[in-house]
């Protein structure tokens, strides 16, 4: 379980990262309806870890996150890149306790 | 000879016409020979006085020939038709089983005493406008220098214009009552008169020159009339000679011209003739159009058709110093019984004459001077029945066209190609209609004859912004300025669908910053913004951001590049000089932006925008203060121009320069808007670009002074502003705009639409509200605290960035791609 931030930090379509124990990252992102979303920080197509900082939208009513760099859309809920679809990146659990979100 | 071997074709002339001819031969069977005179490469001749604008070659050159033995500089001297062998300059030899003669035609100089005198030109190749120059800037005349321009048609006109652009006051001399004699009638060439002579114009008709006598470093002229000229130079454009000199044993034309048959076939029936060198049944022409659809009809018959010349349409539109003039048909009514329709608005300065049949229902041609929006509908009409609605005054004109009415005179295609292209799917937009069917593709006048017969075929183009909004990015601008509307969630629950996306954010954000709505990152903007606005710096592809602070005309004192360079070196940033003359550091983490923004702003640096959709540099040369051919203080106004426009947000990233003279070190012609001193003053360009697809700018207006200047990039930037569609540079935005240049000129000069005390007051609205946005962040903990890499580990390293040297600096470790399965 890694602490992300307080869940009053977070703001609506915008992304936080949070540093995992091992080095690894994660975006952390609160959607406009109250929905929470982790997917790994790195952009595949870039290898930068950026996806924190994408646009937050929807396409078709899917809601994604657009990378930054070459602006690929990733689907929030599952990962996967909706321009490419054999490319996905890892999701990960976030829960909110007490007021903190946390990754599990 | 064996079957196998194909066939010579030699082409003697490499003008536009002839150009043209191998353009269309360049895939058949016949192997293409090309003798040249000169040793340029094909150019636009027709354009020629717009070489004053830029100097450079490259914007007249023509497309470069391929699939044939191009022979520049090599003139052709001989033809011996019993052996069929064309001779070069050289002394080559080539034999030829067709021939086509494309010499041109030589400029008619009057037999004036004194007209062999140096400084006395013709006006006909890039060649002349180069002596035409050197000329000019010989001569020691303190202030504007003056000539002389022998003849008054469209040629000596064109002429005056490029002396105009070379600082020289023109007279123009024309033998005949008035101006533009063949095409236009006493009324329309009295209101060119008068347009022509606000534009620093001395016209002198119904006289000619006596005399020229050289005085010291003048030249006097003397007029029939008994006026005395004291002048820089002379330029002779009364007209041109079709160029015959190569003697062939062929007969010519009562006028001149090598004399052919309606198929351009001389007696000799290898021998052809085309363009401006022919006389088709007689007859030469003096005008490019003529000259294509004869290169059409003998590449035709070289590849086995049957096709002749239809006949020439001698219409012309065309804009001289800035006014409109037109004239097709019978523009002099000398068709029996013909009757004249004539409106003629001195005051809004508009001449229209309409010529139709005696019984008033055949339009038989027209003149249009002031205003010629109406030639793309008026002219295919041309002998077809006229609309009762045409002759009443002030009628708007919208009419439907006959199917056979040519739409475009240049390459003779009629609203039929047109619409069967469109229709078959082969066209969608201009673009498409000027690739498949070459419409378009010449003089272009016909363009919004295009886009119109595009919408009639219910070609209807999208302007949707993105899934989210059906409007177009000009729309949303009005919806937003109308309702007042300050947040995108607002917006999108009225006018569009979802929750928006990496498209309509930020065009969103960047019409809310247009219109003064506070710091880009505010509560409700910060998440529009793409990454490069929302961390006020440029992403780089390691995920570091490149720090740019303004550098207002690449002006800097010593104190503050040491400021530069201590930054740099103490948080590790590679540096580079950038092209818009300021410096950029790369390599800054998002946790490190404050803290070196922080030193900057102490130092009174402010942000540059080097990662907005806004005004970036207004680069300059140093103009008068040090340069000794500066004109003008092009340092100082370049940043009076950049402060004024800092921080605006526009569709797309705006670029500016200033040069202090016409010599252009600071490369304005390829900026959005790009001024260039004049002795007088200053010279504005629109619309250039470098990028992509290169466009030098457009001249909008010229020889004006500071506070004039100022008003209409205040009223251009802001018209552009509001009508672009989204990351629409103005170079796009102007050539997709209706009306194009003129139309832009009307607005915001002319001040047709009534809006430009609206857009000035717009921008001053703008430069009283500008803040420094990066100030904005540093006095905020709101949003400083948004610049952390990661929100549970405030300060760490982001792991996943690491540097290299090179050269003395620090460049990023290429990234490992991971787990990308394609």
């Known amino acids: ?104 | 000879m064996a079957e196998s071997t194909p066939k010579t074709l030699v082409v003697i002339g490499n003008g536009m016409v002839g150009h043209r001819l191998v353009e269309i031969l360049r895939d058949s069977s016949w192997r293409i020979v090309v003798f040249g005179e000169e040793s340029r490469p094909a150019y636009d001749r027709v354009a020629l006085s717009s070489y004053v604008d830029s100097w450079t070659f490259a914007d007249l050159e023509l497309p470069p020939l391929t699939g044939c033995e191009l022979r520049l500089g090599e003139k052709a001297v001989s033809v011996d038709r019993d052996r069929r062998v064309v001779t070069g300059a050289s002394g080559v030899e080539v034999e030829y089983d067709a021939l086509v003669l494309a010499t041109g035609s030589v400029p008619f100089v009057p037999p004036v005493p004194g007209r062999d005198l140096p400084g006395c030109h013709v006006y006909r190749t890039v060649d002349d406008l180069d002596d035409i120059r050197a000329t000019v800037e010989a001569a020691d005349r303190p202030g504007r220098h003056s000539g002389m321009v022998l003849g008054g048609g469209l040629l000596g006109l064109e002429a005056a214009n490029a002396l105009r652009g070379m600082g020289v006051s023109p007279h123009v001399v024309e033998l005949a009552p008035r101006l533009m004699p063949i095409q236009v009638d006493e009324g329309g060439a009295g209101l060119l008169k008068r347009l022509v002579e606000k534009l620093d114009l001395t016209v002198h008709t119904g006289t000619s020159a006596s005399s020229i006598e050289r005085d010291g470093t003048r030249l006097i002229a003397r007029l029939a009339n008994g006026l005395e000229l004291d002048l820089d130079v002379v330029v002779f454009s009364a007209g041109i000679r079709p160029r015959t000199d190569l003697d062939l044993g062929l007969e010519l034309g009562p006028r001149g011209g090598y004399l052919v048959d309606a198929a351009c076939r001389t007696a000799d029936p290898r021998i052809f003739a085309i363009g401006e060198c022919a006389a088709v049944e007689g007859v030469a022409y003096g005008l490019v159009a003529p000259g294509y659809a004869m290169a059409e009809v003998v590449a035709d018959q070289l590849s086995g058709g049957a096709r002749v010349f239809p006949g020439a349409d001698v219409s012309t539109k065309l804009k001289l110093l800035g006014v409109d003039v037109a004239s097709f048909g019978d523009a002099h009514a000398t068709t029996e019984g013909a009757l004249e329709v004539v409106v003629n608005n001195a005051v809004a300065g508009t001449y229209s004459k309409l010529v139709v049949s005696d019984d008033a229902r055949t339009l038989l041609g027209g003149v249009l001077v002031g205003d010629a929006s109406a030639y793309p509908s008026l002219r295919p009409l041309v002998g077809k029945e006229v609309p009762a609605a045409l002759l009443q005054p002030g009628a708007a004109v919208d009419v439907e066209m006959p199917a056979d009415a040519q739409v475009c005179s240049c390459h003779a295609v009629t609203k039929q190609t047109i619409t069967d292209a469109v229709r078959a799917g082969v066209a969608c937009d201009v673009a498409e209609l000027k690739a498949c069917t070459k419409a378009g593709t010449g003089c272009g006048s016909c363009v919004p004859m295009l886009k119109k017969l595009l919408t009639e075929c219910g070609v209807e183009q999208s302007n949707a912004l993105c899934e989210h909004f059906t409007h177009s990015r000009a729309e949303l601008f009005e919806i937003i300025r109308a309702t007042r509307v300050t947040t995108f969630s607002a917006l999108i629950a009225k006018h569009g669908t979802g929750r928006g996306c990496d498209i309509c954010k930020p065009a969103v954000a960047s019409i809310l910053a247009s219109l003064g709505n506070g710091h880009i990152l505010g509560e409700t903007q910060a998440s529009l913004q793409d990454t490069n606005d929302r961390f006020l710096a440029n992403l780089q592809r390691n995920g570091t951001y490149s720090v740019v602070p303004r550098i207002p005309g690449g002006e800097i004192t010593p104190e503050k590049l040491i400021v530069i360079g201590e930054v740099a070196r103490d948080f590790g940033l590679y540096t580079k000089i950038t092209g818009g003359q300021r410096i950029d550091m790369f390599g800054a983490t998002v946790d490190q932006l404050p803290e070196i923004w922080r030193r900057l702003v102490d130092a009174g640096f402010e942000s540059g925008h080097a990662y907005g959709k806004s005004l970036r540099t207004v680069k300059s040369c140093v103009g008068t203060t040090w340069c000794r051919y500066g004109v003008q203080d092009s340092v100082g106004l370049a940043i009076e121009l950049e402060l004024r426009y800092r921080g605006l947000r526009s569709p797309h990233k705006l670029k500016s320069a200033v040069s202090g003279c016409a010599r252009e070190c600071a490369e304005a012609r390829g900026k959005d808007f790009g001024v260039i001193a004049t002795e007088n003053g200053w010279n504005l360009y629109v619309g250039g670009n470098g990028g992509f697809t290169p466009r030098h700018a457009d001249l909008l207006v010229s020889d004006v002074d500071t506070e004039e200047l100022i008003r209409v990039i205040d009223r251009f930037l802001m018209f552009y502003i509001r009508t672009a569609d989204r990351l629409q540079r103005t170079s796009v935005w102007l050539e997709g705009l209706d009306g194009g240049l003129d139309h832009l000129r009307e607005v915001v000069v002319d001040d047709k639409l009534g809006i430009c005390a609206e857009l000035e007051a717009a921008m001053a609205a703008h430069v009283s509200d500008y803040a420094d946005e990066w100030r904005g962040v540093l006095e905020d903990p709101e949003k400083l605290a948004r610049f952390t890499s990661f929100v549970n580990a405030p300060g760490t390293p982001d792991p996943t960035i690491s540097f290299r040297a090179e050269r003395g600096q620090r460049v990023p470790v290429q990234l490992g791609i991971p787990e990308v399965v394609r």
């Open chain 1, 1 to 104: 379980m890694t602490v992300v931030c307080d869940f009053e930090v977070l703001r609506p379509e915008q992304g936080v990262a949070a540093l995992l124990p091992d080095g690894s990252q994660v975006a952390v992102f609160l959607t406009a309806d109250g929905s929470l979303h982790a997917l790994d920080n790195i952009d595949p197509f870039s290898g930068a870890a950026v996806l924190s900082r994408g646009i937050v939208g929807d396409r078709g009513g899917v809601p994604v996150v657009v990378s930054p760099v070459y602006k690929q859309a990733f689907e929030l809920a599952t990962g996967k890149c909706l321009d490419e679809p054999s490319v996905s990146v890892a999701v990960h659990r976030v829960r909110v306790r007490d007021g903190v979100v946390e990754l599990t």
